[in-house]
């Protein structure tokens, strides 16, 4: 019997996620994917709950390296912006399978790596936080409430996961481009003054 890796499992959990759903695959059907006997899956990782983790954290972990990268840069925060919400399309058109699990079955994981799993996600939106505040100090952007900002913005850049088409009209960068525009400039054609919003801001946020 040919050595399995644990990225070769990983390619089909994800490919079996997709199909099946997270709950619906066993842990026989993953070895049967990778034409190995039960045991042998288990030497790899311990259970399904696992599986789903290490896809999680994988994808996670490179998007965090990147956008560290990007807030760091000593790019003006509109440049930063930009990078940042390409790199993030871009991931998710490069390995939708990845992403839609990404996006969909985190609430598969128990408290343990559920904490695990949200201090990796927080850590990644920490970057986009970092650039929103940073732009908003310089006078850059506008004041405003970073963390629905944020909670905007990733609303925008992960709901691809549910309709983006390798083969459609646009491509990743050409949306990712877009979503740009539209969240730093608006829809408008003429600047408008809107009526002020009071928010309480957490100072934890």
Known sequence: MAKVSRETILDAAVHLF????YHATSMQD???????????????FESKEAILLAILEGSMERL???MASIAN???????KL???VRTHASAIAQNPESAAIFFREDRGLGDAYLARYIEKRDE??????????EGITSGEFRDTDVAIA???IM???????????PQGRLNAEQIAGLFSDLFLNGLHSHPYALPMISVEKDENQ
């Not at 840069?73 to 440049?79: E, Y």
């Open 18 to 21: 997709n199909q099946n759903g």
């Open 30 to 44: 993953v070895a049967n994917a990778v034409a190995i006997k039960k045991p042998s899956l288990y030497h790899h």
């Open 64 to 66: 965090i390296d990147e």
């Open 73 to 79: 840069s000593q790019n003006d925060c509109a440049t």
């Open 82 to 84: 930009r990078d940042a």
């Open 124 to 133: 990644f939106e920490f970057h986009f936080r970092t650039i929103i505040q």
């Open 150 to 152: 944020v909670e905007a």
């Open 155 to 165: 609303g925008m850049i992960n709901w691809m996961t549910r309709w983006y088409r």
